[in-house]
């Protein structure tokens, strides 16, 4: 179990700029793209966006029936489509690590919905389910929105463009949900589900803190990256500085000039 837990925060730390950034080569390959390719682009960034995952990994967790299933993911999806498609369109923005922030704390509420944690700790009853995943949805819409925004978008087409990359979105969320929701079927068959339902949403909650905390922490070099000096490209030239002076004579920083010649009587 250590070992898993510790393989989950590693892939965590590693995937930082891919899980839920625009990369360079992204930047660069939309450029001269079509339709097709903000379709796909969308549906990558969803399947690899895990806080997004994270949350609807929560909402249908012990979802059964169908008619639940289509009702709150129906409600989450028109939430982060109005957002994502109206604050794209009119340059609406924020710091993108703060939004992922608010998103990851949706993934804890989730999970402590899903403890019964208003009732058991709060001693009342929970929000409307449905509107505070609509809610939620509008929230996730906008941190999308946050990166959808950081590609060279043009003039012509743009809303053509953002609909296509939405739709890429919704196309991402079926296939995760649909894998989702094999795998929880199958599980809540078994005897594990009903010993390890409430040890999954405790690991939920920490997720979400987790996230919440990189995040945060995501934040602070982007707004004070003079008080974290040691970045890649530093660190990288700081070892350039190094082998440098590996190679230069011990004494090179020597104040007093030394002439080594012996002198001719």
């Known amino acids: ?52 995952l994270l949350f609807l990994f929560g909402v249908i967790f012990f979802l059964s029936r169908f008619n639940d299933i289509v009702r709150f993911i129906t409600a989450f999806t028109i939430g982060h489509s ?7 369109l009119y340059s609406i923005q924020a710091n993108y690590y703060l939004v992922d922030a608010v998103i990851a704390l949706t993934v804890c509420y989730k ?28 929230i996730h819409g906008f941190g999308l929105s946050t990166r ?12 053509l463009k953002i ?9 991402g969320q079926v296939i995760a949900l649909s894998i989702m929701l094999f795998l929880l079927t199958g599980w809540r068959k078994s005897k594990s589900f009903s010993h390890f339902k409430r040890a999954s949403n ?15 922490h995501n934040h602070q070099h ?3 990256p003079d008080d974290f000096p040691l970045n890649k490209d530093d660190h990288y030239h700081v070892h350039e500085d190094m082998q440098a002076s590996k190679a230069s004579s011990a004494l090179d920083g020597y104040k007093k000039r ?6 001719t009587p």
Do not use: C
């Open 111 to 138: 999970g402590f919905e899903n403890l019964d944690g208003f009732k058991r700790y709060l001693k009342y009853n929970a929000p409307n389910l449905t509107w505070m995943v609509f809610s939620f949805g509008l």
């Open 82 to 88: 109005i957002t994502l498609i109206f604050a794209t």
């Open 222 to 224: 982007s707004v004070f």
């Open 202 to 216: 405790v690991m939920l909650m920490l997720a979400g803190g987790f996230l919440f905390l990189m995040q945060l």
């Open 163 to 171: 609909i296509a990359f939405n739709v890429g979105v919704e196309v």
């Open 1 to 52: 179990m250590k070992k898993y837990l510790i393989g989950l925060i590693t892939l965590f730390l590693t995937s930082n700029a891919i899980a839920h950034g625009m990369s360079e080569s992204d930047k660069q390959s939309i450029l001269d793209a079509g339709l097709m390719e903000f379709v796909e682009l969308g549906a990558s960034h969803m399947l690899t966006g895990y806080d997004h």
């Open 258 to 263: 030394v002439n080594l010649t012996p002198e």
């Open 148 to 159: 959808l925004q950081q590609l060279p978008l043009g003039d012509d087409g743009i809303v």
